[in-house]
């Protein structure tokens, strides 16, 4: 099993940065792919970005690109997401995920932590 707990969130004005992170436990995340996650009240989950085990991989979300920057250390068993020049649009729950069957499918998820974009 792996725990996930993200931290760093927060409320941010419009054209802010923000860096979240995500502390994973149980398990060294050093063969899992990674990746971060947003959901507003009364929508679906959105895909934000995922990162290969070795970091060497990234993608992003097209609402993001530019913007924001995943990356990991496996040594501290942590994954970052960088966000920068943030909108209000970007205001949600933000969820960090571990699995090991590709890109877009998870088996671990964290609580989530809420960030607010005032604009």
């Known amino acids: 099993q792996v725990q996930l707990v993200e931290s760093g969130g927060g409320l941010v004005q419009a054209g802010g940065s923000l860096r979240i992170s995500c502390a994973a436990s149980g398990r060294t995340i050093g063969t899992y792919f990674m990746g971060w996650f947003r959901q507003v009240p009364g929508k679906e989950r959105e895909f934000v970005s995922v990162?290969?085990?070795?970091?060497?991989?990234?993608r992003y979300a097209d609402s993001v690109k530019g913007r924001f920057t995943i990356s990991r250390d496996n040594a501290k068993n942590t994954m970052y997401l960088q966000m920068n020049s943030l909108k209000p649009e970007d205001t949600a729950v933000y969820y960090c995920?571990?699995?090991?069957?590709?890109?877009?499918?998870?088996?671990?998820w964290g609580q989530g932590t809420q960030v607010t974009v005032s604009s």
């Open positions: 990162i290969s085990w070795g970091g060497a991989t990234t």
């Open positions: 995920a571990a699995g090991k069957r590709g890109y877009y499918e998870y088996d671990y």
